[in-house]
Every structure is written in C-alpha cells, then in structure tokens.
T-cell receptor, first 113, second 111 residues
C-alpha cells in the first residue's frame, strides 16, 4: 500500500527566507508525485508534479521540488518566501496503474514579517 | 471553466439526519473521488469511481454511500449523520493517475 509522510506538522519562516518542506513516500511501483497548496477556506491547488524525466521539477509561484528515488523523497523548496505563501501544503503519491492519490497529513507554513 | 463544483458549501445537520453532497465536473474525467479532511490527518479517501456506473470503497467508507449515475456527477450520501462525520469534504476528479482537480469543499457540521 502506498503512503506519504510529511514529518513537519508546522513550520514558521521569516518573509524572504528560504523554505523546504519534506515529503517521504512508500510505494512499490514508479510513483507519480504531487505537491498541493491549500489556502484557508479554499480547495487544493496543484503546485507541481513529477511523472518521469528530470528529477528537479519547477512549479507555480516560484516553487520547485526534487525527486530522490534512493531516499524515497520529494521535498518542496522555495528560495524566498512571501507572506502570501502562508498556507497548508500537501504531498501526494499516485501512479499510472493506481489512479487513487494518497496524501500526507500536511504541513502548515506560517510566514512572519 | 467551472472545473469541479460542489454543493452545498456549508451545512449543519442534526444527528440522525440524512443528506447528499453533489459533485459535478465538466472536464470529462473518468475518475472521481470523495475525500474528507480532518485536522492533522490530511485527506482520507472515502469512496471513488473509475467510470459511470461504478463505485468503490476507499480507506474510510463506513457511514457513507455514493452513486455515479452520470459521468459528470458523483454523489456522496450520509444516511444517518453522526458527530464523527463533522468534517470538510472534498470532491476531486482526474484522468487516471494524473493530476487531481479539486472542488472548493463542503464544510459539514453534525450536532
């Protein structure tokens, strides 16, 4: 069974500082990996996705993520956070043969001035 | 583009009442899902459908039923609501393993 772990429940970062959110997955087949963002009271918006190819993936809003198969990780990064990046972030895993996405518990990001 | 639309957006139920949540998508997606979101638990899959007329159980199906009579619609029913079903419910759709598109959510409170 596939599973996703986001070790950090809550991260506080200063505006302008860098951000890294961790995601580890457990999956028997080649995974499809996703990062979603959820602003308060909103639905989930896709930030980026990895299916195959280049292991460094660029997304929207200046985010990027790196797939490391040897570490079963797909960490999300942003070089300089903005106050509008305060939100909850979810990592998810799926595959071509398993259409269901499994989500991590989420990481809440607080941005301080 | 509407994408995925959920109705209603908010609802308060008394214990034992029933209700149906409606999800509609206009992207011609084969696969549709119902998730519930609870603090600290992420999104958990309730039921899903791989096509019109099909449904299957996810990881937390108890107390819920679903139907997919039309490809574009996926209904989630609560026959006898319980306080443990207080949650935010999200519908999503995709084309099989790919990016899932989400609705705006339904905030349900059972008192």
């Amino acid at each position: 069974a596939q599973s996703v772990t986001q070790p950090d429940i809550h991260i506080t970062v200063s505006e302008g500082a860098s951000l890294e959110l961790r995601c580890n997955y457990s999956y028997g087949a080649t995974p499809y990996l996703f990062w979603y963002v959820q602003s308060p009271g909103q639905g989930l918006q896709l930030l980026l996705k990895y299916f195959s190819g280049d292991t460094l993936v660029q997304g929207i809003k200046g985010f990027e993520a790196e797939f490391k198969r040897s570490q079963s990780s797909f960490n999300l990064r942003k070089p300089s956070v903005h106050w509008s990046d305060a939100a909850e972030y979810f990592c998810a895993v799926g595959s071509f043969n398993d259409y269901k996405l499994s989500f991590g518990a989420g990481t809440t990001v607080t941005v301080r001035a | 583009n509407a994408g995925v639309t959920q109705t209603p957006k908010f609802r308060v139920l008394k214990t034992g009442q029933s209700m149906t949540l409606l999800c509609a998508q206009d992207m011609n997606h084969e696969y549709m899902y119902w998730y519930r979101q609870d603090p600290g638990m992420g999104l958990r899959l309730i039921h899903y459908s791989v096509g019109e007329g099909t449904t299957a159980k996810g990881e937390v199906p108890d107390g819920y039923n679903v139907s997919r009579l039309k490809k574009q619609n996926f209904l989630l029913g609560l026959e006898s609501a319980a306080p443990s079903q207080t949650s935010v419910y999200f519908c999503a759709s995709n084309t099989g393993g790919g990016e899932a598109f989400f609705g705006q959510g339904t905030r349900l409170t059972v008192v």
